[in-house]
């Protein structure tokens, strides 16, 4: 079992930068997935990000994402973190944090995870 907690949500303007924090409890968090999804009022569920168990784990975005988000975790403080720049109005949404059982050496996935968070609002204006 893994508990999630997010922190760090808040609103922005755009162009500006915020960063998530998700903290684990559990003993399974060295050997998960953590992941990073969002769902904006009336959208499905989004996929933003995922690291493998390892910080040092490549990590999986979507072209949406790509280059202005990072994913990262320190395992020592059983956290994973998510640094947003350069955020845009349509980045707001309710962000999730995730976990799944994943100890392969791939890029993590995008989908299957079976631990959720109770999720932290962004909101980016322009």
């Known amino acids: 079992q893994v508990q999630l907690v997010e922190s760090g949500g808040g609103s922005v303007q755009a162009g500006g930068s915020l960063r998530l924090s998700c903290a684990a409890s559990?003993?399974?968090?060295?050997?998960?997935?953590m992941g990073w999804f969002r769902q904006a009022p009336g959208k499905e569920r989004e996929f933003v990000a995922a690291?493998?168990?390892?910080?040092?784990?490549?990590?999986n975005y979507p072209d949406s994402v790509k280059g202005r988000f990072t994913i990262s975790r320190d395992n020592a403080k059983n956290t994973v973190y998510l640094q947003m720049n350069s955020l845009k109005p349509e980045d707001t949404a309710v962000y999730y944090c995730a976990a799944r059982r994943w100890l392969a050496p791939y890029v993590p996935p995008s989908s299957g995870y079976d631990y959720w968070g109770q999720g932290t609002q962004v909101t980016v204006s322009s």
């Open positions: 690291i493998g168990w390892s910080a040092s784990s490549t990590a």
């Open positions: 559990g003993r399974t968090f060295s050997t998960s997935a």
